[in-house]
């Protein structure tokens, strides 16, 4: 798309790319109304979350999860700079497929901050995450929990139902955090490949979790 198609087609009010994550989530859930956790101040005006909010979703397919998607690694609004170009602002959005954990009352919220940390590690170092990347947590990804989390870690895969989609500012893949027990972190950072390791772990699981939904409890 060219400047000019695109200021053709859109306007300075225009969400362009917020759009076009909604449309695509759409295709999914319907007209189910997401609960949408936005930042008291944006971060382009002081704010100190990087993203302009996570919306989560109630999903019933393989059992019951949270599933949560980011808004603001991609291009959001209008930009007639943007335009066509390869990739939309950092080319992903988060998301998250959470088994419901009693301690997390209505909606995981940790998830929303944990979404915020690592986008800050993006605009602070520039290195964005891809697919098979992986994470340390040092410890459990959710904390503050009476339970024994033995979830330590973060790899990303492509979202199996989202996947990847071309917007007017470029593509943006949907990479979803997949958490990684203790004894899966060890197999990846002993591995000669990490990234090959990380594949085959994500393989493993999805035999028996095709979604491959994050369950705090799991060994």
Do not use: C
């Not at 024994?148 to 989202?162: H, K, Q, R």
């Not at 060890?186 to 028996?208: C, F, G, P, Q, W």
């Amino acid at each position: 798309m060219t400047q000019k198609e695109y200021k053709n087609i859109f306007d300075e009010e225009d969400a362009v790319g917020w759009l076009e994550i909604d449309k695509v989530v759409e295709g999914i859930y319907g007209d189910q109304k997401p609960r949408h956790y936005a930042p008291p101040v944006h971060y382009m005006v002081g704010g100190e979350d990087p993203l302009d909010g996570v919306s989560i979703y109630d999903s019933q397919k393989d059992m019951f999860h949270r599933h949560l998607v980011s808004y603001g690694m991609s291009e959001l609004y209008y930009n007639e700079e943007a335009a066509g170009g390869e990739f939309s602002k950092w080319g992903f959005e988060f998301t998250f497929r959470l088994k419901p954990f009693d301690e997390d009352g209505d909606d995981p919220t940790w998830v929303v901050n944990l979404m915020n940390n690592l986008a800050r590690y993006v605009i602070k170092s520039g290195k964005w995450f891809e697919e098979y990347h992986v994470i340390p947590a040092n410890g459990p990804i959710r904390l503050n929990s009476t339970a024994e989390i033995n979830i330590v870690g973060v790899a990303f895969v492509s979202d199996p139902e989202l996947g990847k989609i071309q917007t007017p500012h470029g593509e943006v893949s949907f990479l979803q955090m997949v958490g990684l027990t203790a004894n899966e972190m060890n197999r990846i950072t002993s591995a000669s490949s990490a990234y090959d390791e990380v594949k085959k772990v994500l393989d493993e699981m999805k035999t028996t979790n095709p979604l491959m939904i994050t369950d705090l409890l799991r060994r």
